[in-house]
C-alpha cells in the first residue's frame, strides 16, 4: 500500500498587531493541537498573520498540548507573515491556482479529487481568535481570487466568523440560553463562552478525511449538538456539528472537557 501523501494546511488569523494584543489563550491551544493531529506527521499547519506576541509563544504552547496527545503530529508553522506573502517567497513561489480556500459560499463541495497530486497544494482555512462579533473573514480571502470549495453545513458550525446567528445580547442568545437550560436541566453559562470553543480544528479535520483518506463528505460520520455531561447535574450542550469517533461520542481536542468544566464554574464577567 502506498504512503499518503502529505499536504500543506493554512490557517489565516488577519490579526491586528498591536500593544493590545492577546496572546493565544488555552481553548485555541488545545484547538491547534487537535489540529497537527487531524493532519497527520506527513503534513504541515501554517498558522499565519499572527501578532508578533502569538507568533512567538504559540510554538511552545503547541509543543505542550500536543505531548497530550502522545501520538504524531504535523509539523507546524507560525508566523506573522500573510498568506499572500508565505505563497510569493517560497521557494519555486506558489501560484494561487495551487491554493484551496475553504469557503462556505463556495459553489463546489471539496472532493477526493481534490486532494489528487497536482490538483491543490494548499489547503486555506480563515479566521480569527476571539472575533466577537464575529465577522466574515473568509470574505477577505475570496477576494483575492483563490480557488473555492465547501463543506456543506459543517463549514457553518466550524468557522464562527460565518454564523453570525447568535450573538452576546440578542434574542437568538437568549433563547438559546433558554433551549439548553430546559434540554441539559443544569444552569449552562450560555453562548459567550461555548463560542470560544467553536471547532475549526473540525474543518481541518474533515478536510483531510476527504482529500487524504478519501472519504466523501456525505460519508463521514457526524454527531450533532452534543451534550458533553461532567456529573448528573453538570452538563453543557455544544451548538455545533463534531465528527464521530468510533465509540460514537464526538471528538474534541484533548483537553477540551476540563476546560469546559472549568468554564462552567466561571462567571460571565470572567470570559
Not at 501520538?71 to 494561487?96: G, R, W, Y
Not at 438559546?176 to 474543518?203: E, M, P
Not at 453543557?236 to 462552567?264: H, S
Request: overall charge negative; proline content about 7%.
Amino acid at each position: 500500500m502506498a504512503a499518503k501523501q502529505g499536504y500543506k494546511y493554512v490557517i489565516e488569523h488577519m490579526e491586528e498587531d498591536d500593544d493590545t494584543t492577546k496572546v493565544v489563550p488555552p481553548w485555541v491551544q488545545l484547538e491547534y493541537a487537535q489540529m497537527l493531529k487531524h493532519a497527520g506527521p506527513q503534513s504541515e499547519v501554517f498558522f499565519t498573520s499572527l501578532s508578533s506576541q502569538s507568533a512567538e509563544i504559540l510554538p511552545k504552547q503547541l509543543e505542550e498540548a500536543v505531548a497530550k496527545h502522545g501520538t504524531p503530529v504535523a509539523k507546524a508553522h507560525a508566523t506573522t507573515t500573510p498568506i499572500l506573502t508565505l505563497l510569493s517567497s517560497a521557494n519555486p513561489p506558489i501560484p494561487i491556482s495551487k491554493v484551496c480556500l475553504l469557503d462556505p459560499k463556495a459553489e463546489r463541495v471539496l472532493s477526493p479529487e481534490d486532494g489528487e497530486e497536482g490538483v491543490f497544494e494548499y489547503f486555506l482555512f480563515g479566521g480569527i481568535l476571539g472575533d466577537d462579533p464575529p465577522r466574515d473573514r473568509t470574505g477577505e480571502l475570496r477576494r483575492m481570487g483563490f480557488e473555492t470549495r465547501h463543506l456543506g453545513s459543517v463549514q457553518m458550525t466550524t468557522d464562527t466568523a460565518e454564523r453570525g446567528d447568535l450573538v452576546s445580547g440578542d434574542n437568538s442568545y437568549r433563547e438559546f440560553k433558554a433551549q439548553a437550560r430546559r434540554r441539559t436541566k443544569v444552569f449552562c453559562k450560555g453562548y459567550r463562552a461555548l463560542r470560544r470553543h467553536n471547532s475549526r480544528a473540525g474543518a481541518l479535520g474533515v478536510s483531510k478525511r476527504i482529500i487524504d483518506d478519501k472519504i466523501p463528505l456525505d460519508k463521514i460520520p457526524y454527531v450533532d449538538h452534543p451534550t458533553i455531561r461532567f456529573t448528573e447535574n453538570e452538563a453543557v450542550e455544544m451548538p455545533f456539528r463534531y465528527i464521530k469517533g468510533e465509540d460514537g461520542e464526538p471528538i474534541l481536542p484533548a483537553g477540551m472537557r476540563e476546560l469546559l468544566r472549568d468554564d462552567l464554574n466561571k462567571s460571565f464577567d470572567e470570559f
